[in-house]
């Protein structure tokens, strides 16, 4: 959730007179908070020395922890069989033994960042510093939210929609904007797609918006069960509801959600209550949930920033930044908000993380004349890339009541925005279940309204719903059906570090290599730029490039292939 939000909240309550006029209760522009530091501390690891034969049969071992949707998804962007990488690994018993030796007990373990979460006392902490194998040990830091609401459970129901009962009610505005009844009129509506939504819990889900929603599964990470409703439990679950149910709701006549025929994956990672901090690292515990389970779109409404400085904003220092761009790279299309403060003194109007990550699709919110909401944080990122991606409306969102099991209110923030641009990520896996998604990233930028002039206050412009299908799937296929022998090419180490190597055999043909990065643009690499290329290796250096996912297209006449890669620096 964005952080402070609540305390936003609680200020339009007072000002309500004030504000009447702009029909919303309001989720406004972040004020300076404190962070403060926790009793747990980061500790990072180095990886273990393992032969080749110990890395494959460890991978293989670790295969069986994700379920076979997950694989299938993975394997539109890892090239090994089964599509699991180092970064996959559970973390290694021997050094958790280790750390637990010195007195710390691990809390958390934490795949993709290859680190554990620990408490203890100072001389253990020393002591865990003082391990071969640490590369880092860092405090998780936090901050206090205000809030404390509490209200029902959950429930589910078969699916029907049929055209004539696609009536948007409250939705018809902020639908329109982004043009998603032309979409659901063609026929996407989200069916296929799995889309995790990641909050603070989830209340009221037997609001009359919900009772055709199918949840897969559900987690509370706060509180150690699947019940993601409050029911007593830490946390509350009302921002939760109001994100999901722009998604997911299907009230005919109503509220129509921009993928209502998804299927959907929920979990609580975050905890609202004034008296206990929220913190960084349970988010991703959560991500990995939504990746072992086969999700294709996650929602994430939350900003990470107190306790980073604007230097951090770089792409390679938030932790949540770094697991972000790591579960993308296996396949998971990551929507994130950008943060509510776009108000504040520069550079605290700048994003939060995981925002300012290369492979996720950061959201900030406009008006309803569709020009920029002064309270969406702002981009660039610190290294100077265009945050954020796209924008939908932030302000005067409406969304299921948290409180009444029927009613529609309006909130604004980029928390809303973000699960507008979520489901129509969910309508373009639809279109193209085979898509990466550095592909969903290049579609959306494509047909957004800003295209050819992208800015740091609305990025590449509002999404346009039925032109994003429409592309998605007018796109060729690619290295998932049998490939012709004429395009016989490998492509490894995949994930690579430095050096990509390509391998060409099987005929004698002349075939000529394009490598694109996930915005589209081709790269000048002059080992194989304006060659005829035939059978044999080549090996391309990718030192000083950035990491993320580049995608090698490979023609031979009127025919093109492609392999996905992920270069990891």
């Keep these: 959730m964005l952080k402070n939000n609540y305390i936003w909240s609680i200020y339009i309550i007072f000002q309500f007179l004030a504000v009447a006029s702009q029909a919303g209760t309001g989720e406004g522009p972040d004020e300076k908070i404190t962070p403060v530091q926790t009793d747990r501390y980061w500790v990072f690891l180095e990886r273990e020395h393992k032969s080749a034969v110990e890395l494959d049969r460890d991978l293989d071992e670790a295969a069986k922890s994700l379920s076979a949707r997950s694989l299938t998804r993975r394997h539109k962007v890892i090239a090994r069989e089964p599509s699991v990488r180092q970064c996959d690994l559970p973390i290694s018993r021997s050094q958790i033994e280790a750390i637990e030796a010195t007195g710390c007990r691990v809390v958390r373990q934490l795949r993709y960042i290859n680190a554990v979460t620990v408490t203890g006392l100072p001389y253990a902490l020393n002591a865990v510093r003082r391990l071969g194998f640490v590369s880092e040990v860092r405090p998780v830091m936090a901050y206090h939210s205000l809030n404390n609401v509490h209200s029902s459970a959950r429930k589910q129901h078969d699916q029907i929609i049929t055209d004539n009962d696609e009536l948007f009610g409250r939705a018809l505005d902020q639908s329109l904007m982004v043009n998603v009844p032309a979409a659901h009129d063609a026929g996407y509506r989200g069916q296929g797609v799995l889309i995790g939504v990641q909050d603070t819990g989830f209340d009221n889900l037997d609001h009359r918006g919900f009772r055709y929603m199918e949840i897969v599964d559900a987690y509370d990470f706060l509180n150690g069960d699947d019940n993601v409703a409050d029911e007593g439990d830490h946390g509350s679950g009302r921002h939760g509801t109001r994100t999901l149910s722009v998604i997911a709701a299907l009230d005919s006549g109503s509220f129509i959600g921009v993928a209502p025929q998804a299927q959907f994956v929920l979990t609580k990672t975050e905890n609202s209550e004034s008296e206990t901090p929220v913190e960084e690292d349970i988010w991703i515990e959560g991500l990995w949930f939504h990746d072992s389970l086969g999700v294709d779109v996650l929602s994430s409404s939350l900003s990470y920033r107190a306790w980073y400085d604007w230097e951090d904003m770089d792409g390679r220092t938030a932790v949540t930044t770094r697991a972000a761009d790591s579960a993308a790279a296996a396949g998971i299309v990551i929507v994130n908000s950008m943060g509510n403060t776009g108000l504040s003194d520069y550079p605290d109007s700048k994003m939060g993380a995981p925002a300012d990550a290369r ?211």
């Design 359 to 569: 492979m996720v699709i950061s959201v900030g919110g406009v008006r309803s004349n569709g020009e920029y909401w002064a309270v969406s944080s702002q981009g660039p990122t610190y290294d100077r890339r265009i945050k954020p991606d796209v924008v939908a409306r932030g302000a005067s969102v409406y969304t299921a009541s948290n409180l009444n099991d029927t009613a529609y209110f309006s909130h604004s923030g980029t928390s809303f925005s973000c699960p507008i641009i979520a489901g129509i990520a969910a309508l373009i896996v639809q279109a193209h279940p085979y898509l990466s998604p550095a592909e969903v990233i290049d579609i959306l930028h494509q047909t957004a309204s800003m295209a050819d002039e992208p800015d740091t206050l609305r990025g590449y412009g509002i999404p346009d719903a039925l032109a994003a299908v429409e592309e998605a799937a007018s796109r060729q296929v690619a290295d998932n059906v049998n490939i012709p022998q004429i395009f016989n090419f490998n492509v490894y180490p995949n994930p690579f570090n430095g050096r990509l190597n390509l391998q060409f055999m099987g005929d004698r043909m002349p075939r000529t290599v394009q490598v694109f990065d996930i915005s589209g643009r081709r790269l000048n690499i002059p080992e194989i730029l304006d060659k005829n290329i035939y059978n044999g290796l080549i090996t391309v250096d990718f030192d000083g490039r950035a990491s993320g996912v580049y995608v090698v297209k490979v023609y031979n006449g009127d025919f093109m292939f492609t392999k996905r890669v992920v270069y990891i620096r």
